[in-house]
């Protein structure tokens, strides 16, 4: 089994690409390691001393660290998915489902075809480019011309996440919707 590695624009967060599909569909992200107690590749990555973050894409994994140089962690990182793969371990345990709740989304029942479309815009135009840089954003809330995303992996505290927001995200959704005034990380 060969893995890829790419960096992102995050420098604390590397993806790993196995050649072969991590989640169907869905996405997933543990923050610490009792969040990734769901998963036994997410424990054995949570494992490696230094790994703060665990997500998992289509087909990649992406790892943030807390510190230390990755040519120092890369090696134990890619023996745990390694491992993991060559196992034929589930990816969750105990049944856990693949969607996981961002909270309830929000809007004003009038801005139903707005969010449609804000929606798709997401879907179609900025999500698989935020997934090429091993992250993701999902719809929260769209309230007063501010339409509220949640940032994953590699996008969560990369500092250009920001840019991303303000310059990419916020000029493209504003070139099709008027309504939108500005765009918010929750």
Known sequence: MFIQTEATPNPATLKFLPGRVVMPEGTF???TPEQGEVSPLAERLFAVPGVTGVFFGYDFVTVTKADGEWQHLKPAILGAIM???????PLFA???GASQEDGEEFFDDADAAT???IKELLDTRIRPAVAGDGGDITFR???DGTVYLVMKGACSGCPSSTATLRHGIQNLLRHFLPDVREVQAV
């Open 115 to 117: 969010v449609e479309t």
């Open 83 to 89: 491992e993991h793969f060559m196992t034929g371990a």
């Open 141 to 143: 809330g769209f309230k």
């Open 29 to 31: 992200e543990a923050k």
């Open 94 to 96: 105990n049944g856990f």
